[in-house]
């Protein structure tokens, strides 16, 4: 599975530290930033079943984040 997220992450240092936190909780969650993309798209795949995305966005949204779930 996966999910693509349009975030307000700007920079490098900010998407390592959102990254490494998600690391964090999800070991086998490959995750990653295209903070090239004019959306700042935070991407996150999980070949092993669901994406717990409740706690994804409790997460973003603590760390100040702003974020939308991009549809399929």
């Known amino acids: ?17 959102i ?6 909780m999800f070991e086998k969650y490959s995750i990653n930033f295209d ?7 935070l991407r996150i795949e999980n070949n092993y079943g669901v994406i717990d995305i409740s706690i ?11 974020f939308e ?3 399929d």
């Open 1 to 17: 599975m996966i999910e693509v997220f349009k975030t307000n992450v700007k920079n490098k240092k900010d998407a390592n530290r």
């Open 19 to 24: 990254i490494s936190i998600l690391n964090s």
């Open 35 to 41: 903070l090239e993309d004019c959306d700042k798209i």
């Open 56 to 66: 994804i966005c409790e997460l973003l949204k603590n760390e100040g984040v702003f």
């Open 69 to 71: 779930v991009l549809p």
